[in-house]
């Protein structure tokens, strides 16, 4: 079994930064592909960032360069760097991570961390 845990979200001013990260614990296997998603009061969940075990990452249009996926492999820690915060960022956000060697593949996720962002 795989648990998640978040850390790092809080309350911040437009235009400030915050540091999510995400510690995974458990048996790990690879392939898979490790991600933030956020979801806002009365909204579906929505991906923010994923960033597979090679490295290959991938961003929502609206966090384009302004957020900044990492992961550490042989810490099975994940981050993601959040700059220039708005108030439409303000939401949950989830750690995932999705194991690729089943079929259908195992998805797991953490309790959230609560990110908010004032005007």
């Known amino acids: 079994q795989v648990q998640l845990v978040e850390s790092g979200g809080g309350l911040v001013q437009a235009g400030g930064s915050l540091r999510l990260s995400c510690e995974a614990s458990?048996?790990?296997?690879?392939?898979?592909?490790m991600g933030w998603y956020r979801q806002a009061p009365g909204k579906q969940r929505e991906l923010v960032a994923t960033?597979?075990?090679?490295?290959?990452?991938n961003y929502a249009d609206s966090v384009k360069g302004r957020f900044t996926i990492s992961r550490d492999n042989a810490k099975n820690t994940m981050s993601l760097q959040m700059n220039s915060l708005k108030p439409e960022d303000t939401a949950v956000y989830y750690c995932?991570?999705?194991?690729?060697?089943?079929?259908?593949?195992?998805?797991?996720w953490g309790q959230g961390t609560q990110v908010t962002v004032s005007s």
């Open positions: 458990g048996t790990i296997f690879s392939p898979n592909v």
């Open positions: 995932n991570l999705v194991y690729l060697g089943t079929m259908p593949p195992r998805t797991y």
């Open positions: 960033e597979t075990y090679g490295g290959k990452i």
